[in-house]
C-alpha cells in the first residue's frame, strides 16, 4: 500500500519536473549571456553588480559610477539608440517568460485534473503556476514597475523554474497525502486484490496516454516558443554589435561588457 501511494506520487514528480513546456531559453544554439543586472525604467536604463552602479543612461545621457559624461553628438546618437534598443528587447524577453509560464501551467492544470480522482484538487495545478508567476514577476519587476534582469538569468531560467515546480508539486504532494491514502483505500475496499491491480495498472496507462496527450498538444505553442526565442537571439547579438560599437567610441564603457555571445571568460579579448 505504501509502496504504491509513493509510485503515485514519483509519476506526479515526474510529469511537473520534467515537462518540456517548462523550459526557457534562447534557442538551443544561443549562447547569449548578461555579464551584470540591468535595470529598465520609464525614462533610464542601469547597469549594476552586485547593487553596484556601473553606468546609466537617460536618454542620450550617461554617467559612470555615478559621474556624468560628456559626450559628443556621435558617441549621444549611440547611447541614445542602445537605450531606445533595450527599450524595445527587455519586454520582449518579460513576454517570452511568461508565456512560457502559461504553457507550463496548461499542462500542470492537466496533470492535475486527471489525478483529481486519487484526492488531488484540480484547482492546486493553477495555485502552484500562480505562486511561481509571483515569483517570476517579482525577480522581473522593480519597485517601480519597470524590468529587471539579473546576469545569467537567460541561462538559468530554466533550471530555476524546474527546480521551483519541483519543490511547489513536493509541497502539495505531502499535504495532500492524506487524501491520496484515503482515496486509495477507498479504491482498494471496493475490489478485491485483482481488482485494485488491475485499477493501478490501468492508472499508469492512463497517466502514459496523458503525457503522451500533453506533448501532442503543446507541441506547436512550443514550437512557436522555440522560434520566437531564437529570433529574440538573433536580436541580442545585434544588440551586442551595437554595445560593442558603444565601447569604442566611448571609452568610459570598455570595461563593462554587459552582453556576452559565448564564453564571458573571452569578452575581454573581443
Known amino acids: 500500500m505504501i509502496a504504491r501511494s509513493v509510485m503515485l506520487a514519483l509519476a506526479l514528480f515526474g510529469f511537473g519536473a520534467a515537462a518540456e513546456p517548462s523550459q526557457f531559453n534562447f534557442g538551443d544554439e544561443c549562447e547569449l549571456s548578461l555579464s551584470y543586472d540591468i535595470e529598465l525604467e520609464r525614462d533610464s536604463l542601469e547597469v549594476s553588480d552586485a547593487g553596484e552602479s556601473l553606468y546609466r543612461i537617460q536618454g542620450d545621457q550617461l554617467w559612470v559610477r555615478g559621474k556624468s559624461v560628456d559626450l559628443d553628438a556621435s558617441q549621444r546618437t549611440l547611447v541614445r539608440d542602445y537605450h531606445a534598443e533595450m527599450e524595445r528587447q527587455l519586454p520582449k524577453v518579460v513576454e517570452l517568460v511568461n508565456d512560457a509560464l502559461m504553457l507550463a501551467g496548461t499542462a500542470l492544470d492537466t496533470v492535475f485534473t486527471e489525478l483529481s480522482d486519487f484526492g488531488l484538487d484540480p484547482s492546486q495545478g493553477t495555485d502552484v503556476m500562480a505562486r511561481i508567476q509571483d515569483k517570476v514577476n517579482a525577480s522581473m519587476r522593480t519597485e517601480n514597475g519597470g524590468i529587471r534582469l539579473s546576469a545569467n538569468a537567460m541561462d538559468n531560467f530554466s533550471d530555476e523554474l524546474d527546480q521551483t515546480l519541483e519543490t511547489e508539486i513536493e ?100
Do not use: H, Y
Open 171 to 270: 509541497s502539495v504532494i505531502s499535504a495532500s497525502m492524506g487524501g491520496m491514502l484515503m482515496a486509495l483505500g477507498q479504491a482498494m475496499s471496493e475490489g478485491d486484490s485483482g481488482d485494485f491491480e488491475q485499477r493501478m495498472e490501468d492508472f499508469g496507462t492512463r497517466m502514459e496516454r496523458m503525457g503522451e496527450r500533453i506533448e501532442t498538444e503543446m507541441e506547436a505553442q512550443a514550437t512557436a516558443l522555440e522560434q520566437r526565442a531564437n529570433a529574440m537571439c538573433s536580436e541580442w547579438q545585434q544588440l551586442d554589435l551595437l554595445e560593442q560599437k558603444m565601447q569604442r567610441q566611448i571609452p568610459q564603457l570598455a570595461e563593462f561588457d554587459l552582453v556576452v555571445q559565448g564564453d564571458p571568460e573571452l569578452a575581454m579579448l573581443r
